[in-house]
C-alpha cells in the first residue's frame, strides 16, 4: 500500500443519503470525491432514506468507484441507531419509512428482555445488510446516573449488571448467528460507546458543547461505569468508541477520552486485551459547522496536526468526522507518527473489511432485494410488540378503581396524540369539559434553547415542567379524569401531577400502538431502567458518577404496574430481575 491509501483509511467522514457525486444535503462533498482524491473507505451515513433501495444504490456506488483503484479497498458504511420512533439528528435517525420502528433503547431495556434486546439487533442486522451498512455505532453503553443528561434515551439505564447483560445480548444479535465469536460475511460489526462511560456529566451537561466537557467521580465510581464495556467486550465487540469528556479528578489526565492514553492504551488495550479498532468520536479534530468547533477538550491549544499525532499516542485506530487526510500526511512525512505505528491500525481496519467479506462477495448488496427486507412486515410487527411492551404504567388510579384499560366508547379529549389513533376505540371531542377522559402525550422537560437548531436537539436543565406547563396539566387533573404519557428521555419530576388518573412512562411507542395499549389490545409490560427523582432539590444533591443516589426517589427502579394487579403485587419487577 502506498502512504496515501494508508492515510486515507484512517479516516471516517459523515455522508448524507445522496448522489455521492455530488455534494450531500449537508453541503459536503460528496463521498465520491473523499475516496478517490483522499482514499478514504469509511463513512458514516446520516439520514433517512426514501425506501432501502435507495440507500442500497448509493452503497453500490461508492464500492464501484472504490474499484477504480488497483488496491480496490472496500467501502464500509456505519450507522447511529436508525430504528427509533424518535429522531435526534446529532446521535439517532428516525426509522422513518424504510426500516421497522423499535422502541428506543432505554424502552428496550424497561422491557427487561435479553431475547428482545437480540432479536431487535437480529432484525436491525438484517435490514443493515439489505443496504450495505456493515457498522453500527452502538450500542450505547453508558450509565444513566446523572438524570439530567441528554443522552440517556440511547441507554440501557442506570444498572451496570442489566446494561452489560443486554449490551451483551445486543453484540450478538449484531455479530449473526453464522460465526460463532469472529466477523463474518453475515454479521454487523458493531461500536459500543462511548468509553470507558459517558454518563458521570458534570452538572448533567453533554460533552458536545464546551460547558460540558467534564466528567467527574465524586462518589468515586469509575469503575461501576466502565463495567458494562467489559461484558460487551466479552460478547465480542469488534470497535469502541470513547466520549468527548475528560476526566476531572481522578489519576488520568485530565484531557478528552480518546486523547488519553492511560485510558485508551491502559485500560482498553492492555488491561482489557481489547485489540479491535478504536474509533474518535466525530469531530475531535476539526470540528463541523459553525456551531460545533473541535471538542479536543483539554488540548484545545494543540494545531490540528497535534491533534492526530496525540491520538495516535493514545491509542486510536480511526479519526470519525474527519476528511483533511493531509495532517496525518504530514506528520508521517515529518517524522512525528512512524509508519510502522500507521500500520498497527490499518492492520486492524482492513481485518474487519475481510472478516466481513467486503473484498470478496459481500462488497455489493442486491438493491432489488433491499425493499423486500427493509422494513418486512414481520419485522414491523415485532417492533411494534416491542413499542407495547416497553410502556411502563406508573399510577393507574386505585385498586377498587383503575383507569386502564380504559373503556372503548368513551369521549375522550387529546393532547399531543393524532386523533386518528382513537378510531375504533373512543369518539375524540374538542374540549376538556365535554369529556368522559383526556390522554396527554408530552415529553420531559427540556429547557434548551430551540432557537439553536442542533444545540436544541440537546436536552438539558431543570426536570421541572415549567410553571405554565405544569399549571395547564393540573387544571385538566381537576377538569376530567387525565391520563398523562410522558416520554422518558429525561427522568421528570412528576410530584406535582401524580393526582393524574394514570402516569405512564414512554420510551418511543407511536401513537397508535399506544392507543392500543390504553384500551387493553396489549398490556403495558416495561419497569423503570432508572429512578425518577422525587425533586430537583434531591437531584442537585446526588453525585454524578453514583447509582441510585438520589434522594427518596418517587419511582423506583424496577416499578411498573400491571394492568388488574392487587396492592401486593402492583411493582412488576425487582431491580435486578
Same mark, same amino acid.
Given at each position: 500500500?502506498?502512504?496515501?491509501?494508508?492515510?486515507?483509511?484512517?479516516?471516517?467522514?459523515?455522508?448524507?443519503?445522496?448522489? $455521492?457525486?455530488?455534494?450531500?444535503?449537508?453541503?459536503?462533498?460528496?463521498?465520491?470525491?473523499?475516496?478517490?482524491?483522499?482514499?478514504?473507505?469509511?463513512?458514516?451515513?446520516?439520514?433517512?432514506?426514501?425506501?432501502?433501495?435507495?440507500?442500497?444504490?448509493?452503497?453500490?456506488?461508492?464500492?464501484?468507484?472504490?474499484?477504480?483503484?488497483?488496491?480496490?479497498?472496500?467501502?464500509?458504511?456505519?450507522?447511529?441507531?436508525?430504528?427509533?420512533?424518535?429522531?435526534?439528528?446529532?446521535?439517532?435517525?428516525?426509522?422513518?419509512?424504510?426500516?421497522?420502528?423499535?422502541?428506543?433503547?432505554?424502552?428496550?431495556?424497561?422491557?427487561?428482555?435479553?431475547?428482545?434486546?437480540?432479536?431487535?439487533?437480529?432484525?436491525?442486522?438484517?435490514?443493515?445488510?439489505?443496504?450495505?451498512?456493515?457498522?453500527?455505532?452502538?450500542?450505547?453503553?453508558?450509565?444513566?446516573?446523572?438524570?439530567?443528561?441528554?443522552?440517556?434515551?440511547?441507554?440501557?439505564?442506570?444498572?451496570?449488571?442489566?446494561?452489560?447483560?443486554?449490551?451483551?445480548?445486543?453484540?450478538?444479535?449484531?455479530?449473526?448467528?453464522?460465526?460463532?465469536?469472529?466477523?463474518?460475511?453475515?454479521?454487523?460489526?458493531?461500536?459500543?460507546?462511548?468509553?470507558?462511560?459517558?454518563?458521570?456529566?458534570?452538572?448533567?451537561?453533554?460533552?458536545?458543547?464546551?460547558?460540558?466537557?467534564?466528567?467527574?467521580?465524586?462518589?468515586?465510581?469509575?469503575?461501576?461505569?466502565?463495567?458494562?464495556?467489559?461484558?460487551?467486550?466479552?460478547?465480542?465487540?469488534?470497535?469502541?468508541?470513547?466520549?468527548?469528556?475528560?476526566?476531572?479528578?481522578?489519576?488520568?489526565? /485530565?484531557?478528552?477520552?480518546?486523547?488519553?492514553?492511560?485510558?485508551?492504551?491502559?485500560?482498553?488495550?492492555?488491561?482489557?486485551?481489547?485489540?479491535?479498532?478504536?474509533?474518535?468520536?466525530?469531530?475531535?479534530?476539526?470540528?463541523?459547522?459553525?456551531?460545533?468547533?473541535?471538542?479536543?477538550?483539554?488540548?484545545?491549544?494543540?494545531?490540528?496536526?497535534?491533534?492526530?499525532?496525540?491520538?495516535? /499516542?493514545?491509542?486510536?485506530?480511526?479519526?470519525?468526522?474527519?476528511?483533511?487526510?493531509?495532517?496525518?500526511?504530514?506528520?508521517?512525512?515529518?517524522?512525528?507518527?512512524?509508519?510502522?505505528?500507521?500500520?498497527?491500525?490499518?492492520?486492524?481496519?482492513?481485518?474487519?473489511?475481510?472478516?466481513?467479506? +467486503?473484498?470478496?462477495?459481500?462488497?455489493?448488496?442486491?438493491?432489488?432485494?433491499?425493499?423486500?427486507?427493509?422494513?418486512?412486515?414481520?419485522?414491523?410487527?415485532?417492533?411494534?410488540?416491542?413499542?407495547?411492551?416497553?410502556?411502563?404504567?406508573?399510577?393507574?388510579?386505585?385498586?377498587?378503581?383503575?383507569? +386502564?384499560?380504559?373503556?372503548?366508547?368513551?369521549?375522550?379529549?387529546?393532547?399531543?396524540?393524532?386523533?386518528?389513533?382513537?378510531?375504533?376505540?373512543?369518539?375524540?371531542?374538542?374540549?376538556?369539559?365535554?369529556?368522559?377522559?383526556?390522554?396527554?402525550?408530552?415529553?420531559?422537560?427540556?429547557?434548551?434553547?430551540?432557537?439553536?437548531?442542533?444545540?436544541?436537539?440537546?436536552?438539558?436543565?431543570?426536570?421541572?415542567?415549567?410553571?405554565?406547563?405544569?399549571?395547564?396539566?393540573?387544571?385538566?387533573?381537576?377538569?376530567? $379524569?387525565?391520563?398523562?404519557?410522558?416520554?422518558?428521555?429525561?427522568?421528570?419530576?412528576?410530584?406535582?401531577?401524580?393526582?393524574?388518573?394514570?402516569?405512564?412512562?414512554?420510551?418511543?411507542?407511536?401513537?397508535?400502538?399506544?392507543?392500543?395499549?390504553?384500551?387493553?389490545?396489549?398490556? $403495558?409490560?416495561?419497569?423503570?431502567?432508572?429512578?425518577?427523582?422525587?425533586?430537583?432539590?434531591?437531584?442537585?444533591?446526588?453525585?454524578?458518577?453514583?447509582?441510585?443516589?438520589?434522594?427518596?426517589?418517587?419511582?423506583?427502579?424496577?416499578?411498573?404496574?400491571?394492568?388488574?394487579?392487587?396492592?401486593?403485587?402492583?411493582?412488576?419487577?425487582?431491580?435486578?430481575?
Amino acid at each position: 500500500m502506498e502512504l496515501e491509501d494508508k492515510v486515507g483509511i484512517l479516516y471516517h467522514q459523515y455522508m448524507g443519503v445522496t448522489d $455521492p457525486e455530488r455534494p450531500d444535503q449537508y453541503g459536503r462533498p460528496g463521498a465520491a470525491e473523499h475516496i478517490r482524491e483522499r482514499r478514504m473507505s469509511a463513512f458514516f451515513v446520516q439520514g433517512s432514506p426514501p425506501a432501502a433501495r435507495d440507500l442500497a444504490e448509493i452503497h453500490n456506488a461508492l464500492q464501484r468507484v472504490a474499484l477504480e483503484h488497483p488496491l480496490g479497498v472496500p467501502v464500509t458504511l456505519a450507522t447511529d441507531p436508525r430504528h427509533s420512533v424518535t429522531d435526534n439528528p446529532l446521535t439517532a435517525n428516525a426509522a422513518g419509512a424504510a426500516f421497522s420502528a423499535w422502541p428506543e433503547a432505554l424502552g428496550l431495556a424497561a422491557t427487561r428482555s435479553t431475547e428482545m434486546v437480540e432479536a431487535f439487533a437480529e432484525t436491525a442486522r438484517q435490514e443493515y445488510l439489505a443496504v450495505g451498512i456493515r457498522v453500527g455505532a452502538h450500542p450505547q453503553i453508558d450509565l444513566t446516573t446523572e438524570p439530567r443528561w441528554a443522552r440517556m434515551v440511547g441507554t440501557f439505564g442506570e444498572d451496570a449488571e442489566l446494561t452489560g447483560r443486554l449490551g451483551a445480548a445486543y453484540v450478538r444479535g449484531f455479530r449473526g448467528p453464522d460465526g460463532g465469536d469472529i466477523l463474518t460475511r453475515s454479521s454487523v460489526a458493531t461500536m459500543p460507546k462511548h468509553f470507558p462511560g459517558g454518563g458521570p456529566q458534570k452538572d448533567g451537561l453533554d460533552p458536545h458543547f464546551s460547558d460540558g466537557k467534564a466528567q467527574v467521580y465524586p462518589g468515586g465510581f469509575f469503575e461501576y461505569h466502565l463495567q458494562p464495556f467489559i461484558d460487551v467486550i466479552e460478547a465480542g465487540a469488534t470497535q469502541m468508541m470513547p466520549y468527548y469528556g475528560m476526566p476531572v479528578g481522578t489519576e488520568h489526565e /485530565e484531557v478528552g477520552f480518546a486523547f488519553n492514553k492511560s485510558v485508551i492504551t491502559g485500560i482498553l488495550r492492555e488491561r482489557l486485551k481489547f485489540d479491535g479498532i478504536v474509533c474518535t468520536d466525530f469531530g475531535v479534530i476539526t470540528g463541523y459547522g459553525e456551531h460545533f468547533p473541535a471538542k479536543a477538550w483539554g488540548v484545545e491549544h494543540l494545531s490540528e496536526e497535534d491533534r492526530v499525532v496525540r491520538l495516535l /499516542e493514545a491509542g486510536v485506530d480511526q479519526f470519525g468526522g474527519e476528511s483533511h487526510t493531509e495532517h496525518l500526511m504530514s506528520a508521517v512525512k515529518g517524522g512525528r507518527v512512524t509508519e510502522a505505528r500507521l500500520d498497527e491500525s490499518v492492520r486492524r481496519l482492513l481485518r474487519e473489511k475481510f472478516l466481513l467479506g +467486503l473484498f470478496d462477495g459481500a462488497r455489493f448488496v442486491d438493491a432489488d432485494r433491499a425493499n423486500d427486507v427493509v422494513g418486512r412486515r414481520d419485522f414491523r410487527e415485532a417492533g411494534v410488540a416491542a413499542q407495547k411492551a416497553s410502556l411502563t404504567l406508573l399510577t393507574n388510579g386505585s385498586d377498587d378503581a383503575p383507569t +386502564l384499560p380504559a373503556r372503548a366508547g368513551v369521549k375522550v379529549y387529546v393532547e399531543g396524540v393524532d386523533p386518528d389513533a382513537f378510531a375504533g376505540y373512543a369518539d375524540v371531542v374538542a374540549s376538556a369539559s365535554e369529556a368522559d377522559l383526556a390522554v396527554v402525550r408530552v415529553s420531559a422537560p427540556n429547557h434548551a434553547d430551540p432557537a439553536k437548531s442542533f444545540l436544541g436537539s440537546m436536552h438539558k436543565g431543570s426536570l421541572e415542567y415549567s410553571p405554565e406547563q405544569r399549571d395547564h396539566l393540573l387544571d385538566l387533573i381537576d377538569t376530567v $379524569p387525565t391520563v398523562i404519557d410522558v416520554f422518558f428521555d429525561r427522568p421528570p419530576i412528576l410530584e406535582p401531577l401524580i393526582g393524574a388518573a394514570a402516569l405512564i412512562a414512554s420510551f418511543g411507542t407511536a401513537d397508535r400502538p399506544f392507543v392500543e395499549v390504553l384500551f387493553g389490545d396489549g398490556e $403495558p409490560c416495561g419497569s423503570l431502567p432508572l429512578d425518577v427523582p422525587r425533586s430537583m432539590d434531591a437531584v442537585l444533591e446526588s453525585r454524578e458518577d453514583a447509582p441510585f443516589d438520589t434522594r427518596d426517589p418517587l419511582f423506583r427502579f424496577g416499578h411498573g404496574l400491571a394492568y388488574g394487579a392487587s396492592a401486593g403485587d402492583r411493582t412488576r419487577a425487582e431491580a435486578t430481575s
